[in-house]
């Protein structure tokens, strides 16, 4: 579970951003006090920071500066500024995205998604390959290869398999499926992602692996 860092001093926003995450498993942290963030973030070791640039204190500028002399966590600023500058300073100071005030919690899930994806899904070893049962997913090209016989995946076929892969054994939610699907640009339903299992599952097929992938009903799927 991906833990995110909740810096908002508006108590409302920080109650409605955190209970939404958590709706989608996410483990947030939220800051209450705003003297020290570096020291909190330090003991909390976040997988991704939403820090509001108007905070008591010293503001997000500031405390962006003083987490990037430490880490490479990603940032996403929340703000009620809509200048131009604001989200150029946001990015100068080293934040990797920008939402302003009001937003649609949809978006914001979708690029917390995109930005955990980036950081922590796609940072493989070049010849990184993985293996089950013959079948061998490759990370540099998206292609699946068994007995000598290669078949390319689409983009999302290639997040759901690695997805599976990553959990042998271990069953995946839709829900977590859907979230690895989702992006800034496209909204991904239940209808979506039974298309692209579906898909999936019909290339592999094409290799003699009828059950490589079992459905749980009401739970998710899994590669045995």
Known sequence: MYKIMLIEDDEKIRSIVADTLKKWQYDVVEVTQF??????????AP?????DINLP???????CQQIRNVSKVPILFLSSR??????????????DDFIQKPFDLGILVAKISALLRRKYTYQ?????????????????????????????????EFILLQLMMRNIG???????????????????DDNTLTVNVNRLRRKIATFGLEDFIVTRKGMGYLIE
């Open 82 to 95: 809509n200048q131009n500058m604001d989200v150029i300073m946001a990015i100068n100071m080293g934040g």
């Open 57 to 63: 204190v010293f503001d997000g500028f500031y405390w």
């Open 124 to 156: 493989e070893d070049a010849n990184v390959r993985f293996i089950h049962r013959g079948l061998k997913l490759n990370v540099t090209n998206s292609t699946i290869e068994y007995e000598g016989q290669m078949t390319e995946l689409s983009r999302n």
């Open 170 to 188: 271990k069953i995946v939610s839709r829900e977590d499926m859907m979230q690895a699907l989702w992006n800034e640009d496209q909204f991904v």
């Open 47 to 51: 997988h991704l920071v939403l820090l």
């Open 35 to 44: 003297d020290n963030i570096l020291s909190e973030f330090e003991k909390t």
